[in-house]
């Protein structure tokens, strides 16, 4: 029997939609990335590294409330008209952000942003359910997460070098125009949504497992974001790298999520539980934070510690969405996909600010010690599926 040939056109779609949907991931968000990388220029600027922190809870703490109710506005109204949204909203963010005058007027831009974050997944996941076949639903569910990562490649390298250049005022400007420009691609590409995208009197119940991936994300959150945000000022301020190489850093951490949520998200498709990969991904994450605390007595090892948060840690985010995705009731995708997310931006929003405080106490080394805790406990948080997984014949 020969093996069924797609059609040409088909899967061009297929490449046009994934392509989309890694650059709506990408967009939404950049800020993170951008705060992150650009966190030495604006502690020149005047911005304490407190307040560094609270940027990110304010984003996040905003994605983390509003992502169940995000959730089920992407099943009411339909996955396009809110991922036109959250580009548009997002692009509004950025601009205020580049714009904002002081510290304290930079903390509502940043919680502006917090809406697009939390509609991408419920967004962008209800689109694979309706337009990928399910063959290639791990594969492209990868390459849209890798857009997370693909954003803080571009905040690492060509943002930090316009910040350079033009300030990061001005690197944050070209940030929010981009977003338009993927906002017009987004109306050009995604096929309508139907008439009446959701009926109030068929809901399902939540996916079996969902509140276990819920909270092996806040877990996981809690230790992505304190990376996220500090890693570039722990290279400025404790390794002595000029600001340019302290955001390369994101960089190296962004190049190696891509490859590990492509690369992790397509074999959980493969395999029959996507959950019992998580567990050695969580344990690989913590031994990368022991590379950043062993980094302070031999620096070079700061390289490898991202480059492994990046290949473990961020690759456990992909591979919860694709077990989301295999479990969900279409009509339900959005609201399951915000509640796995709900818990992500929670731990996004509770992790910076405790490392900050870590940090001003006590330096550097305890707070990836706190790090690699939470790495290690959403190991021990999915280590059931992972030996369920085994167990069978």
């Known amino acids: 029997m020969r093996t069924p040939v797609r059609p040409p056109n088909e899967a061009a779609g297929t490449r046009s939609v994934t392509a989309l949907l890694t650059a709506v991931m990408g967009v939404s968000m950049v800020q993170l990335f951008l705060i992150g990388a650009l966190g030495p220029h604006l502690v020149q600027a005047g911005v304490p590294r407190t307040v560094l922190g609270l940027t990110t809870t304010a984003g996040f703490g905003v994605a983390a409330a509003l992502s169940y109710t995000a959730g089920r506005w992407v099943d009411r109204l339909g996955a396009r ?26 903390l509502p831009a940043v919680a502006l942003g917090g809406l697009p974050q939390a509609l991408a997944n419920p967004a962008t996941n209800k689109v694979i359910l ?7 639903r791990g594969a492209v569910t990868g390459w849209k997460q890798s857009g997370v990562q693909l954003g ?10 316009v910040a350079a ?35 109030p009197h068929s809901v399902a119940p939540p996916a079996s497992g969902v509140a276990v991936l819920a909270f092996f994300s806040f877990l996981l959150g809690c230790a992505i974001a304190a990376v996220n945000t500090y890693l570039s000022l722990y290279g400025a301020q404790r390794l002595g790298l000029s600001p340019v190489v302290a955001g390369w850093l994101v960089a190296v951490l962004g190049v190696t999520g891509v490859a590990g949520r ?39 090892l700061v390289w490898a510690g991202a480059a ?29 996909s915000a509640l796995v997310s709900a818990g992500f931006f929670a731990g996004f929003a509770a992790g910076p600010p405790l490392f900050g405080v870590v940090v001003d106490a006590t330096g550097y080394g305890p707070a990836w010690l706190l790090v690699a805790g939470a790495f290690a406990a959403a190991a021990v948080v999915a280590a059931p599926a992972w030996f369920g997984s085994r167990a069978r014949p």
């Open 130 to 136: 309706v337009v990928v076949e399910p063959t290639r």
């Open 262 to 300: 492509v690369g992790w998200a397509r074999r959980a498709g493969r395999v029959p539980r996507a959950d019992a990969l998580l567990a050695p991904l969580a344990a690989g994450a913590c031994a990368a934070a022991l590379l950043l605390f062993a980094s302070g007595n031999a620096s070079a």
């Open 152 to 161: 803080a490649l571009a905040a690492g390298l060509p943002l930090a070098i």
């Open 308 to 336: 492994a948060v990046g290949a473990f840690a961020v690759a456990a985010n992909a591979v919860s969405m694709v077990a989301v995705i295999r479990r969900s009731d279409p009509r339900t995708a959005g609201r399951d």
């Open 165 to 199: 250049w033009a300030g990061w005022r001005g690197a944050v400007a070209v940030s929010a125009a981009i977003a338009l420009l993927v906002a017009v691609w987004a109306a050009r590409v995604l096929p309508p949504d139907p008439v009446r995208a959701y009926s």
């Open 81 to 106: 008209r809110c991922i036109l949204a959250l580009l548009v909203i997002a692009a509004a963010a950025l601009a205020l952000i580049s714009v904002s005058g002081g510290p304290w007027m930079l």
